[in-house]
């Protein structure tokens, strides 16, 4: 007898109460699209549990991809058997055989369907006997045990599970809203796109280009990190907003000192706008407190000023160290770190403000009007669906999309 299922748990989102439904709906169809690829596998809803039927494909390349989904708590590879005590023996030793190296073990049965004939007490003796009867190398320890053998009777049978494995936690995307982050190319940003993910939150991504100042490459290194992002949930559409006019406007009409920060607050403007019309209700950064001139909480405080979408700021405490780890674990740091220049670099003042003050800033803005330039850009703008399990690339300007 082989493991034929994953077993699914899920773990906050079973707390929340009348939302539970919606949760769980929404976690099945994710556990169902990052699967697509596995023709054969069936995926089953039962009451605060998914099973997996894996129907013949790698039980270990399944398990893999159920472990990027988000709202999945802890799985466990699971044999499927009648509801009798034979079929549960056999399944008890096959499932204890798959650990090579354990050496104690512990059953624990559980009789949700209480017409079987043995209790749980019953049980226990009854499966861990035919173990120790089979194989002469293992004996059972109750407290510390190598291995735990979770038996659980249901009406439509049993299923036992050993070792758990854990899964990437936080909520079931979608379920929670959408966020635009703001994508630069740097460590940050992809991470921040992360986090905010897991929080349940579908993204779509907003990027500032500038040719001919920034490359073709430094897009696609959007382009590319997207795909990995897209690999935790569903398409993400990524905006590129023709940037490069804006920018040498700043550059020319206004004080070297305040450019970055009139910058910054053209990005934001412009990210809520597409979030208004994409139906996104926040604005996602990679911002982390003071870790640049634009990061400061003078510059985040009047930089913020011209929107009052929610912004949200996932690295906003965390050190560079921390934001690396997690960049590594997601597999987006080797291509954030490839050196193509961002549109940001290029326009750099020498002695950016690291402290402005908003009046002062909105005055100096007001000096030169932006509206059309705006306008322009937004009527520019390119749509990239990426799908991180397609590799495709499907391309639209912004105005076929509305
Ligand atoms: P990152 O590593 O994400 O580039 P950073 O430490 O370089 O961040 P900044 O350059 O100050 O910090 O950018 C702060 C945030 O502003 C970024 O995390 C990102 O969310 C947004 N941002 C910066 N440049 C762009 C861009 N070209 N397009 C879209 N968003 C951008
Ligand atoms: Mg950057």
């Known amino acids: 007898m082989q493991f034929d299922h994953i077993l699914i748990r899920f773990g906050e989102m079973a707390l929340k109460g009348k939302n539970r439904k919606h949760f769980e709906r929404q976690l099945l169809e994710n ?18 549990r998914m099973y997996v039927l894996l129907n013949g494909e790698d039980p270990h390349k399944v398990m893999e991809a159920c472990q990027q989904v988000f709202g999945i708590y802890s799985l466990s590879f699971a044999i499927h058997t009648e509801n009798d005590l034979e079929s ?6 096959s499932a204890v055989s798959v650990e090579e190296n354990a050496k104690t073990f512990k059953i ?15 049980l226990n003796p009854a499966l861990g006997g035919h173990i120790l009867k089979n194989k002469d190398e293992m004996s059972v320890d109750v407290h510390h045990p190598d291995v735990e053998l979770k038996v659980e009777i249901r009406h439509e049978g049993a299923y036992v599970t050993s070792k758990d494995y854990r899964g990437a936690g936080g909520l079931p995307i979608g379920s929670t809203g959408k966020s635009m982050i703001m994508l630069s190319g740097g460590i940050d940003s992809p991470v921040a796109g992360y986090l905010t993910m897991k929080r349940g939150v579908e993204i779509e991504a907003v990027h500032f280009h500038s040719p001919p100042y920034t490359s073709e490459r430094a897009k696609q290194k959007v382009l590319d990190l997207t795909r990995e992002l897209s690999k935790y949930g569903k398409r993400i559409k990524v905006h590129i907003v023709p940037f490069t006019e804006i920018q040498q406007k700043i550059h020319r009409d206004l004080p ?19 979030a208004k019309r994409e139906g996104a209700l ?14 400061t909480m003078e510059s985040m405080n009047t930089i913020n000023e011209v929107t009052n979408y929610p912004v949200i700021r996932p690295l906003a405490t965390m050190d560079k160290l921390e934001i ?21 670099t290029i326009f750099v003042p020498k002695e950016p403000k690291t402290k402005p003050n908003r009046e002062k800033t909105v005055a100096i803005e007001q000096s030169v009007d932006f509206s059309e330039d705006i306008e322009k850009a937004l009527a520019s703008i390119e749509t990239v669906q990426i799908d991180g399990e397609n590799s495709s690339e499907e391309k639209g300007s912004f105005s076929e999309l509305f």
Request: net charge positive.
């Open 256 to 274: 070297d000192s305040y450019g970055m920060t009139i910058m910054r607050r053209m990005m934001l403007r412009i990210t809520e706008r597409i």
């Open 108 to 122: 624990s049965a559980k009789r949700a369907d209480k017409s079987f004939p043995l209790n749980s007490k019953e």
């Open 324 to 344: 690396i780890d997690i960049a590594e674990k997601i597999n987006t740091y080797d291509i954030s770190i490839r050196p193509y220049e961002d549109c940001c």
């Open 31 to 48: 556990v169902q699209y990052r699967l697509k690829h596995f023709k054969k596998v069936i995926v089953k809803k039962t009451r605060g």
């Open 282 to 295: 926040a604005i996602t950064t990679g911002e982390s407190l003071g870790q640049v001139a634009s990061q």
């Open 88 to 93: 549960l023996k056999e399944a008890v030793l």
